[in-house]
Nanobody, 125 residues
Framework: QVHMEESGGDSLQAGGSLRLSCAAS????????MAWFRQAPGKEREGVAS???????SYAKSVEGRFTISLDNAKNTLHLQMNTLKPEDTAMYYC???????????????????WGQGTQLTVSS
């Protein structure tokens, strides 16, 4: 059974940096897509960044150039380095994975069957 667990959420001021982590266990996919999503109160869940098993990454336009997704294969840990944070980045952040990598760049939540519980990021102005 696949288990995803996020950590690293915090409250900080605009302009700051933070790294989120997601420990993944129980999956042995040779081909996969992993991603970070976020959901703010009253808004739909949106894809932030994805990485597939070839190392190809994709980013939402709102975070491109500020966020970096990476995967530590040895530790099965997904990271999201977030720089120059803005109040509009405030949300619950989730990691997710699915087997396969078709359409990974689209970050469609419907493709992902395995989710963590989320970690909260709050950015104040």
């Amino acid at each position: 059974q696949v288990h995803m667990e996020e950590s690293g959420g915090d409250s900080l001021q605009a302009g700051g940096s933070l790294r989120l982590s997601c420990a993944a266990s129980g999956f042995t996919y040779s081909t996969y897509c992993m991603a970070w999503f976020r959901q703010a109160p009253g808004k739909e869940r949106e894809g932030v960044a994805s990485i597939d098993s070839t190392g190809r990454t994709s980013y939402a336009k709102s975070v491109e150039g500020r966020f970096t997704i990476s995967l530590d294969n040895a530790k099965n840990t997904l990271h999201l380095q977030m720089n120059t944070l803005k109040p509009e980045d405030t949300a619950m952040y989730y990691c997710a994975v699915y087997e396969g990598r078709d359409w990974c760049r689209l970050m469609d939540p419907g493709y992902f069957g395995n989710w963590g519980q989320g970690t909260q990021l709050t950015v104040s102005s």
